[in-house]
């Protein structure tokens, strides 16, 4: 009985659940796609993904409603009628046909490429490959001073702990400092080296991050697990103390290893009494700041910055026991709005030539007054 109403009733409910696979895992294929393609290519394209996805759906409609309408009009079947009985019986056989047997072809084709669908293989393969990448990843920054862009590139040994204030052009000083010197600048890369050594390859990083900048969780329970299950393999939680810990720990390792220019991660906390290591605090006055926000933080207004500003100093002396920006706790503070950004990098690059000039003469005078005691 084509005119039921309950039986129509029912079959939407049923129409429903059977179609609801479908949404709950159509916008997680272009994610895993937009992996792949990083994986392969090394590009990610998550806005022409899904401003793609959005357009093929729109014009898929529209298409769709048009075919329909034109199919539905030669079958002579009349809007004006409102039961089946008054229609024609091609028009009745077409609707059956649209509703009924092109679905189940639609369906039976989906299937069949998804059946092809090998990603979920080579899925946690991929994601860890991908986290590795991200850690040994060297940024490298759009302008460096020509002046400056050769100076301790060979064998650097030099370790910089560089705090800021969200607008104070910390990230664009780190990358000019870290390319001068010849070296990275650690920030991401900590994160996915932590996500690798605890277990969290298939976790998303931005999460993470986000975990590692909070500061409202308890000490005596686990506050973070990247997997809503537990499983053979996976990660356990881990209190702050511990995620902070092994923050620490890589970030000491990376200062042996591969010096470099760390940015935030209370490396200067973390790299205290280190040899050739420098800490520096950037800040900035509020008309600068609100001037950054809109230019290099997507038009963040200056209270959001200073609220992200207020989630730092939290973790900050949440672990550390000390205010962020106590300037007793670094080698140098700079106001970035009365120099500008090139020349906090001028200054701090002068500041370590200096001091590893000192420390290079003390060296050798200790030399010469060892050769002198032996005689």
């Excluded at 046909?97 to 679905?103: C, T």
């Excluded at 050769?150 to 870290?178: C, H, P």
């Excluded at 973790?315 to 503070?333: M, Q």
Aim: include cysteine.
């Amino acid at each position: 009985n084509y005119t039921s109403l309950p039986l129509g009733v029912v079959s939407c409910i049923l129409r429903g659940v059977g179609i609801a696979p479908f949404y709950g895992v159509q916008y997680a294929l272009p994610g895993d796609a937009i992996e792949y393609g990083h994986w392969k290519t090394g590009k990610r394209i998550e806005g022409l993904m899904f401003s793609s996805m959005s357009m093929g759906q729109k014009a898929g409609s529209g298409l769709t409603s048009a075919v329909m309408g034109w199919v539905l009009s030669r079958a002579l079947f009349d809007g004006t009628k409102a039961t089946a009985t008054e229609q024609a019986d091609s028009a009745v056989e077409v609707i059956k046909g649209l509703y009924l047997y092109v679905p189940i072809a639609v369906w039976v084709i989906m299937f069949v490429i998804a059946a092809f669908y090998k990603l979920d293989k080579v899925y946690d393969k991929m994601t860890q490959e991908l986290i590795r990448r991200e850690a040994s990843k060297e940024e490298v920054p759009a302008a460096v001073m020509d002046s400056e862009k050769t100076k301790y590139r060979e064998g650097n040994q030099v370790n910089v702990a560089m705090g800021r204030l969200y607008g104070s052009s910390g990230r664009r000083i780190a990358e000019d400092i870290a390319a001068s010197l010849g070296c990275r600048v650690y920030d991401r890369q900590i994160i996915c080296l932590m996500a690798e050594k605890l277990g969290m390859e298939t976790a998303d990083l931005e999460d993470v991050k986000q975990y590692l900048d909070s500061y409202n969780y308890e000490e005596e329970r686990p506050v973070f697990s990247p997997y809503g299950y537990s499983a053979p393999g996976t990660a356990k939680d881990y209190t702050g103390s511990h995620m902070f810990e092994m923050q620490s720990k890589i970030i000491r390792e990376l200062a042996e290893k591969e010096p470099g220019v760390f940015l935030g991660r209370c490396a200067n906390y973390v790299l205290k009494g280190q040899p050739h290591t420098y800490s520096f605090f950037l800040y900035a006055e509020d008309a600068y700041r609100q001037k950054e926000g809109a230019e290099y933080y997507q038009g963040e207004t200056l209270e959001e910055l200073k609220r992200r500003d207020e989630i730092r100093n939290e973790y900050y002396e949440r672990f550390t026991g000390a205010r962020r920006d106590d300037p007793r706790h670094y080698d140098l503070v700079l106001n970035v709005s009365r120099i500008g950004a090139e020349g906090a990098v001028r200054l701090i690059l002068d500041y370590i030539r200096t001091k590893e000039g000192q420390k290079k003469a003390a060296g050798e005078g200790q030399r010469e007054n060892q050769k002198s005691v032996r005689r």
